[in-house]
């Protein structure tokens, strides 16, 4: 049993809700603990990931927030910088699945959101997952 974190940008209520669940329930049904924590916007996540992981709790993070295009040049440092953030982590070695979807309208995001379509949430959880079997395997 491993213990995860999942960071969520709370921006969008109702999206936010679908990708935590997707992502909780992959990996609850890998007997894997789960606790959750809010940051403000997905820039703030890997940051926040730092922090928690200065702590020695966890064994991986799953990234989960939704950023979508407004008017002006702002999604591309939202949807760019924390993507940058994450990468730079599971490159350090952590354990990190990037769910932060990066969309052009809501329309987008509820399908990408929804555990019952293409369940992003799950996907992330999954690939964190993934990369900390393959810390134990080479560790
Ligand atoms: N526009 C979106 C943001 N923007 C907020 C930033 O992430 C950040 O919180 C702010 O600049 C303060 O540092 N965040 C999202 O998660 N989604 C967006 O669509
Ligand atoms: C991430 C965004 O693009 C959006 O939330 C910001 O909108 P705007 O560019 O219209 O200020």
Do not use: C, W
Request: proline content about 2%; cysteine-free.
């Amino acid at each position: 049993m491993a213990k995860f974190l999942i960071v969520e940008a709370r921006f969008y209520d109702h999206l936010n809700d679908m990708l935590v669940a997707g992502a909780r329930a992959a990996l609850e049904a890998e007997g894997h603990k789960v606790d959750v924590i809010t940051v403000p916007g997905a820039l703030e996540i890997p940051g926040a990931i730092v922090l928690a992981d200065q702590s020695g709790q966890y064994d991986g993070y799953v990234a989960i927030g939704v950023v979508i295009r407004g008017e002006t040049y702002h999604f591309e440092i939202v949807a760019g910088e924390s993507a940058r953030g994450v990468m730079a982590l599971t490159m350090d070695g952590l354990a990190v699945g990037n769910g932060i979807l990066t969309v052009e309208d809501e329309a987008q995001a509820l399908v990408r959101a929804d555990p019952a379509q293409k369940d992003k949430g799950g996907e992330a959880a999954k690939a964190a997952l993934a990369l900390l079997a393959l810390r134990t395997k080479y560790a």
